[in-house]
Nanobody, 124 residues
Framework: QVQLVESGGGLVQAGGSLRLSCAASGRTFSIWRLAWFRQAPGKEREFVAAARWSGGSTYYASSVKGRFTISRDNAENTVYLQMNSLKPEDTALYYC?????????????????WGQGTQVTVSS
């Protein structure tokens, strides 16, 4: 089992920044990749960014590339999502998720464990 706890969401004006954190615990040695997804009301959950737990490859949705940065601190078992130049369309519940089988990148079905989510609201 892997437990994930997100933090750092909040209300910010358009153009502002937020940094989300995701603390992993439990069988962290089994994590292959950590990712962030988001879901706005009435919409499907969508991929935001992902990073290999061991380092190296990172992946971004085209809608956030150049504005968001995913990073990790293995010593602290934490992954971060730095979000800059936020837009109202970034408003959503942001979820941290872990892939322990190496099969997931873009689809929610490729991930095994999910946090409860942290709300990000961007006002215009």
């Amino acid at each position: 089992q892997v437990q994930l706890v997100e933090s750092g969401g909040g209300l910010v004006q358009a153009g502002g920044s937020l940094r989300l954190s995701c603390a992993a615990s439990g069988r962290t040695f089994s994590i292959w990749r950590l990712a962030w997804f988001r879901q706005a009301p009435g919409k499907e959950r969508e991929f935001v960014a992902a990073a290999r737990w061991s380092g190296g490859s990172t992946y971004y949705a085209s809608s956030v590339k150049g504005r968001f940065t995913i990073s990790r601190d293995n010593a602290e078992n934490t992954v971060y999502l730095q979000m800059n130049s936020l837009k109202p369309e970034d408003t959503a519940l942001y979820y941290c998720t872990a892939d322990t089988t190496g099969t997931g990148v873009w689809s929610p079905s490729g991930y095994d464990y999910w946090g409860q989510g942290t709300q990000v609201t961007v006002s215009s």
